[in-house]
Every structure is written in C-alpha cells, then in structure tokens.
T-cell receptor, first 116, second 112 residues
Framework: DSGVTQTPKHLITATGQRVTLRCSPRSGDLSVYWYQQSLDQGLQFLIQYYNGEERAKGNILERFSAQQFPDLHSELNLSSLELGDSALYFC????FGSGSSYNEQFFGPGTRLTVL | DAKTTQPTSMDCAEGRAANLPCNHSTISGNEYVYWYRQIHSQGPQYIIHGLKNNETNEMASLIITEDRKSSTLILPHATLRDTAVYYCIVSPSKNAGNMLTFGGGTRLMVKP
C-alpha cells in the first residue's frame, strides 16, 4: 500500500460525457502528479501540482483539467470524452516539487476509465 | 531529458539474479538514473536511483558505468513476484517539475 488513494477504481461512461477522478496523496506529500496509461501510448505524464499550484504540464489535452485543493487532494476532470480516452489514470505523490535529487514518487492503484 | 533504451523482454529463472540493462548514452552530468517497476497494471513502484556511484537497497542494486552511459539493475534472487515491467528513467535533478518520463521498459518474466 503506497498511501495514495484514488477513487473510483473503475468508471464506465459514454462518449461526450464528463468525469472526475479523485486522488488523495500520502500524508505530508505536497506534490501530486497525474499519469495516463493506454495500450498504444504507454505511461504518459499529464500534469503536476505542488502545494496547490500547477508546477508542470505534459501531454494533457485541453479537454482535461486538474486542480489541487487546500487539503492537498487533487481532481482530474475529463470532458467531452472520446473512445481514445479509455485508459488507466494514475495519481502519484511526492514530498518535493522540483530541484531535488530524491524523486521517489508513490503511485496510487489507478482508475480504469472505459468510454463506450 | 536523456532518452533510455532497454530490451523489450527478458526471462530469468527463479532464485537466480536478474540483470536488467539500460542504455542512457546522452545522460548529462546532473541527471539521475531511476528504476521503477509495474506489476500487472498496478501503480508503478520506485525501486532505486543513483547518480554515479553504485547503490544498493533492500530491493535491488544499481550499477552505473564510470562514463554513466549505461546502468544495470540487479535483483539478486528473483522470485515469481518480481515478474513485472521494469522502467529505467533519467530524471534531471533540477527542472520545472519532477515528472517521470516512462519509456517502453523491460518485461521481466521470472520462471519457476
């Protein structure tokens, strides 16, 4: 158990819909990362938040957005869903935001999104 | 960020050492080598990291060549539970964020 929790575990929805994935980081971790894992693209970094502020952005679509709340939990919002958005979505957390040699990230169990 | 090259797959007999190579010939002086693994669609798990010295922890050893252009992750006594995809990642120590860039990894199959 990494200490990172993600809800829901599974999500099945239809094209065009909007969903929200939730992540609670390990106690004491200030950074939250979102990654997407699909069969054809592998594990890809989407976005990072550090202590409530966006720190880094990866290949995140404009239809996707995220935020980190004062209690440090984070939500990833996916809208206008397409079939190709079906994937595993992982959240990870770490103590540091950047500039540290110690980049151990703790990953949650993931949310499996299926878009029909 | 430096790119990494790993074999697509490897087999290892249970109880033997598993040696997983990684090439990172374009690595620069401030970049660390990290290893993570992913067991069957679970979240990736940190294993070990290093800069230029060899490192060992309770999970594995990391051997980095003197020129830092390649490294080897060693699982000293592989078990069936070590069957996973192993990712070698080069991560800069100072950048705008600490995101991990995953490649294809090596699928390690430990066989009885």
């Amino acid at each position: 158990d990494s200490g990172v929790t993600q809800t829901p575990k599974h999500l099945i929805t239809a094209t065009g819909q909007r969903v929200t994935l939730r992540c609670s980081p390990r106690s004491g971790d200030l950074s939250v990362y979102w990654y997407q894992q699909s069969l054809d693209q592998g594990l890809q970094f989407l976005i990072q938040y550090y202590n409530g502020e966006e720190r880094a952005k990866g290949n995140i679509l404009e239809r996707f957005s995220a935020q980190q709340f004062p209690d440090l939990h984070s939500e990833l919002n996916l809208s206008s869903l397409e079939l190709g958005d079906s994937a595993l979505y992982f959240c990870a957390s770490s103590v540091f935001g950047s500039g540290s040699s110690y980049n151990e990230q703790f990953f949650g169990p993931g949310t499996r999104l299926t878009v029909l | 960020d430096a790119k990494t090259t790993q074999p697509t797959s490897m087999d290892c007999a249970e109880g033997r050492a598993a040696n997983l190579p990684c090439n990172h010939s374009t690595i620069s002086g401030n970049e660390y080598v990290y290893w993570y693994r992913q067991i069957h669609s679970q979240g990736p798990q940190y294993i070990i990291h290093g800069l230029k010295n060899n490192e060992t922890n309770e999970m594995a050893s990391l051997i980095i060549t003197e020129d830092r252009k390649s490294s080897t992750l060693i699982l000293p006594h592989a078990t069936l539970r070590d069957t996973a995809v192993y990712y070698c990642i080069v991560s800069p120590s100072k950048n705008a964020g600490n995101m991990l860039t995953f490649g294809g990894g090596t699928r390690l199959m430990v066989k009885p």
